[in-house]
Nanobody
């Protein structure tokens, strides 16, 4: 079964930084548009950023200028560099293709931004 594995989350103070990673041994990122999603407690999952070959990255307004999505095709790994973190960024972060493939969801990585 195809699986995505997220890592890099943790507890960070407001204004801090984290870098999330997404890797897979069964899904070749070169063939997909990829995205980062997040789900805060009590809220619906939302897309945060996406990347695809031949086009610039896309970010939702609330993370523009603070988050950077990238991927290393050779390592088959995608990253989300998160700077100037805010409490409202607290959520479980997931990676998946764009559009989403429900069969690919991993466990996510929890990000908590708190003093």
């Amino acid at each position: 079964q195809a699986q995505l594995v997220e890592s890099g989350g943790g507890l960070v103070q407001p204004g801090g930084s984290l870098r999330l990673s997404c890797a897979s041994s069964s899904i070749s990122f070169r063939f997909y548009s990829m995205a980062w999603y997040r789900q805060a407690s009590g809220k619906q999952r939302e897309m945060v950023a996406r990347t695809r070959s031949g086009a610039g990255p896309y970010y939702i307004d609330s993370v523009k200028g603070r988050f950077t999505i990238s991927r290393d095709i050779a390592k088959n790994t995608m990253y989300l560099q998160m700077n100037s973190l805010k409490p409202e960024d607290t959520a479980v972060y997931y990676c998946n293709t764009f559009p989403v493939n429900d069969a690919f969801w991993g466990q996510g990585t929890r990000v908590t931004v708190s003093p």
